[in-house]
């Protein structure tokens, strides 16, 4: 065999190689968007069919491969939806993922673009607990170190943890904490929150400390954290803390989605 005939061999091997990885990246897309669309609304294949706008023959041998896996099962009454291996995976993703670990990056994004630190707190029963702290540029700042515990109703982080809580729950919380934390508007704070994906909070006296403050929630809908920007009244005023509002509640929203939600 000549030079020429060994390159045009080559040659020849690299194209088949290369539509092979090709169609191999199509029909994983295609079965990714099968997948997708059953596990998020329980349908049937013909819906499927004509929803994916897949051809019928490549749906069904894709169909098939999924649930002879158990990704997708085939309910009593003839609809698709996720399957055993599907909820095995999605639990064990859930037990490894460190929400600390997926919301710092955030968290230093925020502290960089607004120059303010930027926090991140979970609830345990009535309090909420400090997970993270990244300082920002200010010259007097909240220093709320990791593992610092509060009543849910005494900072914005704990409104934005409990407002999901019924009345009665709210109701219960608030009466524990002292005078100089109730809010007459309470109720109408927490309905914002699940309005608009944020919460502004302005601090009462002695230390009048400002939070522009965003829930963060699991691939269920949960609240699971919440995340904010803090700093004394004269660096985050009522103006400031409105023109912060976008940023915090879209950061919620990307911390939330890293966890699976995409609501």
């Known amino acids: 065999m000549t030079d020429v005939d060994d390159r045009i ?8 190689e290369a539509v092979a990885r ?3 990246a199509q029909t994983l897309e295609r079965g990714l968007d099968l997948l997708e669309r059953a ?13 994916s706008g897949i ?13 002879t896996r158990n990704y997708l099962a085939m ?13 095995q995976l999605g639990h064990a993703t859930s037990a490894y993922t460190d929400i600390v670990t997926v919301a710092q990056p955030h968290l230093e994004a925020l502290a960089q673009r607004t120059g303010l630190s930027a926090f991140l707190a979970r609830r345990d029963g009535d309090h909420s607990v400090h997970l993270s702290r990244v300082a920002g540029t200010e010259r007097v700042a909240v220093t709320s170190q990791p593992g610092t515990r509060r009543l849910l109703p005494e900072t914005g982080l704990g409104k934005t ?14 009466a524990r904490v002292d005078a100089r934390h109730r809010q007459d508007d309470l109720f109408d704070r927490l309905a914002a929150v699940r309005a608009t994906g944020v919460l502004n909070q302005i601090g009462p006296a002695p230390d009048f400390i400002n939070s522009v ?51």
């Open 9 to 16: 061999r080559k040659s020849a091997e690299q194209s088949e």
């Open 22 to 24: 090709i169609v191999g």
């Open 39 to 51: 596990a998020r609304e329980p349908m049937s294949i013909l819906d499927l069919i004509r929803q």
């Open 55 to 67: 051809n019928k023959g490549v749906v069904y041998r894709l169909v098939s491969v999924l649930t």
């Open 75 to 87: 309910s009593g009454d003839g609809r698709l939806r996720g399957g055993a291996t599907l909820l």
């Open 161 to 174: 943890l409990m407002s999901d809580d019924d009345h009665a729950s709210c109701s219960r919380l608030f």
């Open 213 to 263: 403050c965003a829930p963060v929630r699991d691939a269920a809908g949960r609240i699971v954290g919440a995340i904010n920007i803090a700093a004394p009244a004269h660096y985050l005023d009522a103006e400031t803390m409105a023109a912060f509002n976008p940023l915090i509640a879209e950061t919620g929203r990307s911390v939330s989605r890293e966890l699976g939600n995409f609501s």
